[in-house]
């Protein structure tokens, strides 16, 4: 593992404290390295330009007559997954770090970068390229705040590497996408993950103190197809608190500006995007865009059992009911929303259509908040997929 290199080429714009994005900044490190003088074209908040992106990725943009495309975006296929033999301490199976370590092993990289943890707080992320299996494995588990991945650009060219794995998020990747071909390198392969609602540092204990019966011995957690979220304790616990039972009211400002304006949790740009929320239970959603990440997913397919994705349920009337509830901060008693999580468990959308409930819920939420905070912004920042998403659902003023 080596550390991020003093900046040393930045001229007109100087990395480090410059935000262009001001509070929509995501912190994704692109402002950190002397790439900041191409924040313009490629902060995603300042320039979305996903379906343009996707063309010179994929080959295509995605088609919005066509279901799948319009949700989830360019894909050669998708599946459910998980490992064969899972990765102890793994917040789900481990099939992200075993495809990273299998590119080092196999020679098709020389570095990774990934997000392991400082030595004073599991939650405060710290980007590194990984140069050795073991510096991978360190980064295991997610961490639910803003990250800064691409800080470490500068060091990936003056390393010298021509061949690179990066593990990132939407607004990092579309960043990545739009510096790529000045970057120096032979292949890039990018692994994404999902994403929705980070937090900073201090969000995020004001999440957990919130949420959780001990929020200091949380070591992951994740909202799940349950419509439960599962902390997970050091003691190997699961603590499962309903969606429906949040204090909205006092948890409505805690994510980042970012994050409530942002519609690519999906990862639009990534060659493979591996995930949960189009999955079965206990499974993770495997989405392959294009022949790289079939590349890439071949490397582990002796390791993984699979199989095809379903979808169940009709989640329409759910995310109509949720858009009210969530603007006006409604929160349950707390016997109310776990009976009213047992009875949608049962009969609530599942598999793709769950997943499709989240985007619903993540797009109206955030084109409101678009709408209201940066009104100059919402028809050139809202993609069209995202829109027509939108459309679907009778919004508050």
């Not at 100087?14 to 003088?37: F, M, N, Q, V, W």
């Not at 301490?89 to 997000?115: D, F, H, K, R, Y």
């Not at 299996?133 to 991945?149: D, F, Q």
């Not at 990545?176 to 609602?197: A, F, I, Q, W």
Request: proline residues 5%.
């Amino acid at each position: 593992m080596t550390s991020v290199a003093p900046h040393k080429k930045a001229k007109a714009l100087k990395p480090g404290r410059l935000r262009p994005a001001k509070e929509l900044c995501s912190e994704c490190g692109l402002c950190d390295t002397y790439y900041i003088h191409y924040v313009k074209e490629a902060c995603a908040f300042l320039n979305q330009q996903i379906a343009e992106l996707e063309k010179e990725a994929h080959g295509r943009s995605r088609d919005l007559d066509n279901e799948d495309d319009l949700y989830f975006g360019v894909s050669q296929e998708m599946m459910a997954a998980r490992k064969k033999q899972p990765i102890e301490g793994a917040q789900w199976t481990g099939i992200v770090s075993t495809i990273a370590c299998e590119m080092l092993n196999q020679g098709l990289v020389e570095g990774v970068v990934c997000v392991q943890n400082t030595k004073e707080d599991r939650f405060q992320p710290m980007p590194i390229i990984a140069t050795t299996p073991e510096e991978v494995l360190a980064a295991k588990v997610n961490k639910p705040t803003l990250s800064p991945n691409l800080s470490v650009l500068e060091q990936i060219e003056q390393s010298g590497m021509k061949r690179l794995l990066v593990i990132g998020v939407g607004c990092q990747i579309q960043a990545l996408r739009t510096v790529e071909k000045k970057l120096g390198l032979e292949k890039l392969y990018v692994l994404g993950t999902p994403c929705v609602d980070n937090v900073s540092r201090e969000g995020l204990q004001k999440f957990l103190e919130t949420t959780s019966k001990s929020p200091d011995t949380v070591v992951h957690y994740e909202f799940m197809q349950d419509f439960r979220i599962h902390f997970k304790h050091e003691d190997g616990s699961i603590e499962k608190v309903p969606f429906f039972g949040l204090k909205t009211n006092k948890l409505k400002d805690v994510f980042a500006p970012s994050c409530m304006s942002c519609f690519d949790y999906v990862n639009s740009l990534a060659d493979l995007v591996v995930g949960y929320m189009g999955a079965p239970f206990g499974w993770q959603w495997i989405v392959v865009r294009n022949d790289t990440g079939k590349q890439m997913l071949e490397l582990v397919k002796d390791q993984i059992d699979t199989q095809p994705v379903t979808s169940k349920g009709d989640r329409k009337q759910a995310v109509q009911q949720s858009i009210p509830a969530y603007d006006k901060g409604v929160t349950l008693p707390m016997w109310a929303a776990k009976a009213m999580g047992v009875v949608i468990d049962k009969i609530g959308p599942k598999g793709l259509e769950y997943a499709r409930f989240s985007l619903d819920s993540h797009f109206t939420r955030n084109y409101l908040y678009v709408k209201r905070n940066h009104p100059e912004k919402l028809e050139a920042h809202v993609p069209e997929y995202a829109k027509k998403i939108v459309e679907q659902y009778k919004l508050p003023e």
